[in-house]
C-alpha cells in the first residue's frame, strides 16, 4: 500500500470582516424591528394579568355582597320582637312596671348627664 500525497490540516482561513459587519448590522436591524413586537407582547401581558386581578377582586366583592345579604337576614331575624322575647324568656326575664320604666331623650348629650339618675331626682 501506498502511502497518502496528502495531510489533514487544519485550514486557516482569512476573518471576513466585511461579512461580520453584515452580519452583525442584520442582527441590529432585525433587533430594531423586533423591538416594537415585544413592547407590545409585554403590554397585552400586562393587561392580561390587571384582567385577571380585576376578575379575582369582582368575585371577592360578589362573595362578600352575598354574605352581607345573609348577615342582613339573620340581623333582621335576631332584633325582630319575637326573637328578643324568646332569648329574655330563655335569660327568665321579666317586663318591667310602668313605673319602673326611665325614658332617656336623645338631646341629653352632657357629660355630666352621663350619670345614671332616679326617677324621683336622687343621684
Do not use: F, H
Request: glycine share 4%.
Amino acid at each position: 500500500m501506498k502511502g497518502r500525497g496528502w495531510k489533514n490540516r487544519a485550514l486557516i482561513r482569512e476573518r471576513d470582516k466585511q461579512g461580520a459587519r453584515r452580519v452583525w448590522m442584520m442582527l441590529a436591524l432585525l433587533a430594531v424591528a423586533l423591538a416594537p413586537a415585544g413592547v407590545y407582547l409585554y403590554e397585552q401581558n400586562s393587561c392580561l394579568q390587571l384582567s385577571y386581578e380585576i376578575e379575582v377582586i369582582e368575585r371577592q366583592r360578589d362573595q362578600l355582597a352575598e354574605a352581607e345579604r345573609r348577615l342582613e337576614v339573620i340581623r333582621a331575624g335576631v332584633a325582630s320582637m319575637q326573637s328578643i322575647e324568646r332569648w329574655a324568656a330563655r335569660k327568665r326575664l321579666t317586663r318591667p312596671a310602668p313605673e319602673e320604666i326611665v325614658v332617656v331623650p336623645y338631646e341629653v348629650q352632657d357629660i355630666d348627664t352621663r350619670l345614671a339618675r332616679v326617677p324621683d331626682g336622687r343621684e
